[in-house]
């Protein structure tokens, strides 16, 4: 097939660890990667964010990205991205009618899908979203701090009726969509999140001194996007808790930010954490090690002891399964994705999203018990690579894909002709 990825702000070239760059990036990388494989060719619509970027990109064999010019050529929140997206689409099918006529169209959020809406309206080519996350979800966790325009919903909702699939990547996703969105159960189908094999696996602990850790340190990892509702304060809490309460003092590393150096100038979200570490009396205890290659990430996953992350809210959570692949428990918040992906008490454990008590206890027991945490790491290098790599993720959308792909008819592409 030919196949068109749509994913406005997350490209694949991007670096990793930005407000704006994180999972959905690696996905759209890797999904584009893993479909070229099985033999398609794919194209991956994101927004120019330079005037240094090539119209089109070659990504890997078989695979492009096309830098659509609308808005600026510079970095765009993506929260005020949405007053460009008929640009977007308009320049989309432009290319379809001129270039490429594409089998299957797959929108990744749910500004991709106003845009990927457009273009199968125009063309008759079958649409399929992935939100990645959910506009009322959001709302119900973050409130008046959700900066995404009040029109969001009405994007979703209409998605929702319109698109020939969507995909869920878990099953919490699709209940979300089916009671917040009244969704069509049988146009869900539950595609999850994955990880690459190459990319992480079990290894020896080196990366430590380099980190500026010690040996004997007991090290908790928290790795990704510097954003409130990452919940990146309540793991310093529970830092400082698994001390008060247990007597254990645990080294936290935070790896991530807008640059690779952990300026607050630079990271804003870093001078708060950095606050609230002093304030509850760790602050000798929480390195903050900037953003990193991903090329580094193994080595920092394998450098820890345990994998902390405790969101509020996360749609999937592609780093658990990164730090299981590596062989690392992980303690996660009993939310989304990440409830679907860590089994309590075989890979690690769930805990509330805002209990720094709850994670200290969890910490403790990883603690003491050093043989315990080897087992939940093998239990959870078993899981992933049973269930979540990318090929696998790769094969289920192209089923998907399939049972949606007919020829086009002759008056579709006369459509396209004439725009």
Not at 112 to 120: E, F, I, P
Not at 263 to 274: M, Y
Not at 331 to 339: L, Q, T, W
Not at 361 to 376: F, G, S, T, W
């Amino acid at each position: 097939m030919n196949i068109a990825l749509i994913s406005e702000h997350a490209s694949p070239l991007a670096t990793l660890g930005g407000t704006d760059n994180g999972g959905q990036n690696v996905y759209v990388a890797h999904v584009a990667r893993e479909l070229a494989r099985w033999g398609h060719r794919v194209d991956i619509f994101t927004r120019r964010d330079s005037p240094t970027l090539m119209p089109i990109t070659s990504f890997a064999r078989n695979v492009r990205v096309i830098h659509v010019p609308a808005g600026p050529p510079c970095h765009v929140a993506k929260e005020a991205m949405l007053p460009y997206m008929d640009d977007f689409a308009a320049r989309m099918l432009r290319h379809c009618a001129r270039t490429e006529r594409y089998d299957v169209l797959h929108a990744n959020f749910f500004m991709s899908g106003l845009a990927g809406m457009k273009v199968r309206e125009a063309t008759g080519t079958p649409l399929v979203v992935t939100f990645h996350a959910l506009g009322k979800i959001r709302r119900l966790y973050q409130g008046t701090a959700d900066g995404f325009p009040s029109e969001r919903i009405e994007i979703e909702e209409a998605l929702v009726a319109g698109a020939d699939r969507i995909v869920a990547e878990c099953p919490q996703d699709r209940t979300d969509l089916i009671e917040h969105y009244d969704a069509d159960p049988r146009r869900i189908e539950v595609v999850p999140c994955g990880f690459d094999p190459d990319e992480f696996g079990p290894g020896k602990r080196c990366a430590r001194e380099e980190l500026g850790l010690a040996d004997d340190d007991f090290v908790v990892l928290q790795l990704g996007r510097l954003v409130p509702r990452k919940g990146i304060d309540n793991v310093i809490r529970g830092v400082a808790e698994l001390g008060r309460r247990h007597g254990i003092a645990a080294r936290l590393l935070v790896v991530g930010g807008d640059a690779d150096r952990p300026d607050p100038a630079l990271t804003p979200e870093i001078g708060r954490l950095t606050a609230i570490a002093e304030l509850e009396g760790v602050g000798g205890h929480v390195v903050f090690a900037g953003r990193r290659p991903r090329s580094a990430l193994a080595g920092i996953y394998k450098a820890a002891d345990v994998f902390v992350t405790t969101p509020w809210y996360e749609p999937f959570g592609i780093t658990p399964l990164e730090a299981m692949a590596c062989g690392r428990p992980v303690i996660g918040s009993a939310v989304g994705g990440i409830r679907h992906t860590v089994v309590d008490a075989v890979t690690g454990y769930l805990v509330p999203p805002d209990d720094p008590a709850a994670l200290a206890d969890r910490l403790a027991c990883l603690a003491l018990n050093p043989e315990l945490a080897r087992a939940m790491g093998r239990a959870g290098m078993r899981r992933v690579r049973a269930h979540f790599t990318w090929g696998q993720v790769a094969e289920a959308l192209a089923r998907v894909y399939d049972a949606l792909h007919t020829p086009r008819s002759v008056p579709a592409l006369d459509r396209m002709a004439s725009l």
